[in-house]
């Protein structure tokens, strides 16, 4: 069973930084791209940034230069690094391969 769990959320100002970290299991990871997303309050799901297997970072384009996507194939981890954040990053943030998703962590981000 493919398992993601989100971790590293929480309550910060506008301005401050955070990283997010994303668990996988049940999958060879080392193979597979894994996807952030975000679901800010009363909105759909936001695509973020996709990492693939060679570790190239691809990031939506409002969001290139202060989102920074990283990965551990020893660890199974994925990261994602926020900088600069503002009052519009607040949601959900999501790790996803494929359909599969984590509960999520939240970032709430007070100005």
């Known amino acids: 069973e493919v398992q993601l769990v989100e971790s590293g959320g929480g309550l910060v100002q506008s301005g401050e930084s955070l990283r997010l970290s994303c668990a996988a299991s049940g999958l060879t990871f080392s193979r597979c791209a894994i996807n952030w997303v975000r679901q800010a309050p009363e909105r759909g799901l936001e695509w973020v940034s996709t990492i693939d297997s060679d570790g190239n970072a691809y990031y939506e384009e409002t969001m290139k230069g202060r989102f920074t996507s990283s990965r551990d194939n020893a660890k199974n981890l994925v990261y994602l690094q926020i900088h600069s954040l503002k009052r519009g990053d607040t949601a959900i943030y999501y790790c996803?391969?494929?359909?599969?998703r984590g509960q999520g962590t939240q970032v709430t981000v007070s100005s």
């Open positions: 996803m391969w494929g359909d599969i």
